[in-house]
């Protein structure tokens, strides 16, 4: 059955859009991979930023100036200006749907300070923002009725071109995981909100096993651009061996970074690239790393940053109210993503992005903390409202045949690959080699290693697949195809790396550590044609 | 380490059984242990997993009996693990959670209109803070025992989710919240306090329960099986 609005993915971004697309009168289905509230959303602690001033004095101005000085002029002004003036409504308008944010004394939302910030800007609901914000969007779509289907993952989006016009959207395939079965959704229009890429770290990321870039890869396939690639944030404090996150939020409330020595070595409140990169100097010296909360107080820590405590118990042994906790930086946030207009668009008529998977080109080369939820309400109304809209114009034919078949058939095959190689195994090996070759810190020596390892994997592919050939909820098989994706998305992220022979923000070269703004102020644009990868610079 | 977990799958001939795996792994949690296996000894061992930080709600299963997140739970030499139970199994550790999200909506669990005022002392927040730190890891929902007596029990998360909402001094028409609840509701939980007991996040859905039970109360319901007992010895038939 035919919606006007297909919305792939269910995190905040997804519900968002979802939402305002039926406010438009849009008939709207939203498919996820899980279920909606299992989404990476939830797992965003620190807040989300506003200049209320409920903490402190602060302006739209100031918002704007932090986000522009930590994007290091790889950000559009017009859009990180729409991004901060619509901050103030965003934070009204999920509060006043039932979002349970704290408060302050004078009953208005409570606000703190995170990194770059040049005030108490983030507003947030204990540790649990991201949490609070996902459930409540959640029973609003519920609300409203909006037909949400669970457990179907993105397998490619169907796109026609016809002869001398642009490609237009026409729906996506999914594989249906209970069932094991590839279905076909049309639609109107089309809004990608799948979520990041951070898991080609593997297990040095803070993120869900889900965040596998499933829709950048689908989008790049179908036709779409890719932009920025490069950039992918490492947050300064996940903990050592598990690498999970513990927000920023413990800083912003005055915890320190000390090194072996005891000794503290940076500030702590710099933006997220100069604070990694400072625990990264301090880790290849030998040191190792802690974050110190031990003088904020245990009633502090209860009633603030009552996850990081769990966490840090049952992760590394320790209490943080008593204990130092042993910290790395890992990948948090990918700045890249589906290139995407002012009104959300993408190059493919009808087809839209948004939240972690887009790139609105307002992080730039490196994100701000409590950004990412605001970007997912400001740029998610956005989508929901322009994809509906074209939605109601749309008077093109729709064939998904073709395409059906054809991804029945690659299912098919890719049951039938040789299994000699484990792609478990390489995995965790890309997961390393990415670590260190292209992480904090790069090198067009370790980057073009990379590439080489990369390319290698890739041409072994059909030697992989998975040994499990059940139908019914085969985990094997959905991981073999995220792993799919992200060895596709890797590529693009390396040879992005390679081409910026410059230092921006979270893209970092050792080997050319200086800014250069004469021949890199630009962003990159990646594309295929005829499967052939391209890539360039644009202003 | 060795442990047991309980296989599954809904394909033709293919029987329930518990499969043991010896793994080499110490003071590790459950999904640790579960990816250890996944990726090493058998890819076709099926499981939900996602955040590892106990905030997403996907890897809620049983350990010996009891609703434990994986994520969370530091496995033990001789645990056996299965699915959670009151959702129909679809492989392995993985159950359908569709039916059971769907009580959100049969019970209304949200704002019924958009509020418009943002002063919101601390107090009144506080009054619903742990409520609204509900993951939907279905756990409360697996242990309660209602599910055998009647399928169409909205259920701990739902209705702890009602009391989220009607205790929100931004809704504005708590009275049909409670409407909503009188049926398959606040009246059909034993108050067992199983729900309390299992829960990740440390909330008791069976305190919500009867903090509704109040609010029913003083908006002029009352216990229909008490009324039903009560009504039948006026008639003068038998009353036990």
Redesign the interface.
């Known amino acids: 059955m035919r919606s006007d609005v297909l919305i792939i993915g269910a995190g905040g971004a997804g519900l968002v859009a979802a939402i305002n697309a039926h406010t438009q009168g849009a008939k709207v289905k939203v498919i996820t991979k899980?279920?909606p509230?299992?989404?990476?959303t939830?797992?965003a602690q620190g807040g989300i930023n506003a200049a209320l001033g409920n903490a402190s004095q602060d302006s739209v101005q100031a918002h704007i100036e932090n986000t522009l000085m930590s994007a290091r002029g790889i950000a559009n002004e017009d859009a990180v200006r729409l991004l901060c003036e619509s901050a103030p409504e965003a934070v009204?308008w999920l509060?006043?749907?039932?979002v349970?944010?704290?408060?302050?004394?004078d009953?208005?939302?409570a606000q703190r300070t995170l990194g770059g910030a040049s005030a108490a800007r983030a507003c947030y609901?204990?540790d649990?923002t991201g949490?609070?914000i996902l459930?409540?969007l959640?029973?609003?779509c519920?609300?409203l009725?909006i037909e949400m289907l669970?457990e179907r993952c993105l397998v490619n989006l169907v796109t026609k071109k016809p002869q001398k016009e642009d490609a237009y959207i026409g729906g996506a395939t999914f594989l249906n995981i209970?069932s094991g079965e590839v279905e076909t959704y049309e639609a109107s229009s089309v809004i990608v909100a799948t979520g990041g890429y951070s898991r080609i770290y593997d297990k040095h990321s803070t993120n869900?096993?889900?965040s596998t870039g499933d829709g950048l890869a689908a989008a790049i396939r179908a036709g779409a651009r890719l932009s920025d690639m490069e950039f992918v944030q490492f947050h300064p404090t996940a903990l050592k061996g598990?690498s999970?996150?513990i927000s920023e939020s413990a800083r912003g409330a005055g915890g320190y970074l000390l090194n072996s020595k005891g000794e503290r070595f940076t500030n702590e409140l710099a933006p997220r690239d100069e604070v990694a990169r400072a625990i990264d100097m301090e880790i290849q010296k030998g040191e190792n790393v802690f974050l110190d909360i031990r003088h904020l107080g245990e009633e502090f820590i209860n009633s603030e940053l009552p996850?990081e405590r769990?966490?840090a118990k049952?992760?590394e042994?320790i209490d943080p109210v008593y204990d130092l906790i042993p910290i790395k930086p890992v990948a948090h946030y990918t700045m890249g993503g589906i290139e995407v207009d002012e009104d959300s668009s993408t190059k493919i008529k009808g087809l839209y992005a948004v939240g972690e998977c887009a790139n609105h080109r307002v992080h730039g080369a490196n994100r701000l903390g409590g950004n990412s939820l605001l970007e997912l309400v400001v740029f998610g109304r956005q989508a929901g409202v322009n994809a509906a809209k074209y939605a109601k114009i749309f008077d093109k034919t729709i064939d998904t045949d073709e395409q059906t078949q054809s991804d029945k058939n690659l299912v098919e095959e890719v049951k039938k690959f040789t299994n000699q190689i484990d792609f478990?195994?390489k995995r965790?090996f890309i997961g390393n080699i990415f670590y260190n070759n292209a992480g904090i810190s790069r090198n067009d020596r370790d980057l073009k290693e990379a590439l080489c390892q990369i390319h290698q994997i890739q041409k072994e592919l059909p030697l992989m697949g998975?040994?499990?050939k059940?139908?019914?909820?085969?985990?094997?098989l959905v991981e073999f195809i995220e792993f799919s994706n992200m060895l596709e998305l890797c590529e693009i992220v390396i040879v992005c790396a390679i081409n910026r022979s410059e230092s921006r923000g979270a893209h970092y070269r050792s080997d050319i550590p200086e800014q250069n703004d004469v021949d890199y102020k630009a962003h990159t644009i990646t594309y295929k044609e005829a499967n052939l990868l391209y890539a360039d610079f644009v202003e | 380490m060795r442990i047991k977990i309980a296989r599954y799958v809904s394909e033709a001939s293919t029987v329930k059984k518990n499969i043991e795996y010896d793994v080499d792994l110490e003071d590790a949690t459950l999904l640790e242990l579960l990816n250890e296996i996944k990726t090493k000894q058998d890819p076709t061992l099926s499981y939900s997993s996602g955040c590892r930080s106990s905030i997403c709600g996907s890897c809620s299963m049983r350990v010996n009996g009891r609703e434990v997140l994986a994520c969370a739970y530091k496995v033990k030499d001789g645990d056996f693990v299965e699915p959670m139970k009151n959702s129909a199994v679809i492989r392995d550790l993985v159950v359908d959670m569709d039916r059971a999200y769907e009580f959100n909506a049969k019970a209304k669990a949200w704002q019924s209109s958009i509020a418009k005022t943002m002063s919101l002392s601390q107090e009144s927040m506080k009054i619903n803070e742990l409520q609204s730190d509900c993951i939907l890891c279905g756990s409360c929902y697996s242990v309660c025992p209602v599910y055998a007596v009647n399928e169409e029990f909205l259920g701990p998360f739902a209705l702890t989710r009602i009391w989220r909402y009607v205790s929100d001094k931004r809704e504005e028409e708590p009275k049909e919240k409670i409407d909503t609840i009188q049926t398959n509701g606040v009246w059909d939980c034993t108050l067992c306090n199983e729900c309390t007991l299992v829960c990740p996040q440390g909330i008791s859905s069976k305190a919500d329960i009867e903090k509704l039970r109040m609010r029913s109360v003083a908006s002029g319901y009352s216990d229909p099986s008490f009324a039903t007992s009560f009504g039948s010895s006026f008639d003068g038939s038998p009353s036990f």
Do not use: V
């Open positions: 899980e279920y509230t299992r989404s990476q939830c797992m009204e509060d006043s749907i039932g349970c944010f704290s408060r302050t004394k009953a208005k939302i609901a204990q649990y949490l609070k459930h409540t959640y029973d609003r519920n609300a009725g669970n209970r869900s096993t889900s598990s999970i996150l996850q769990k966490l049952l992760y042994n478990y195994e965790a998975p040994k499990d059940t139908k019914a909820y085969n985990t094997n």
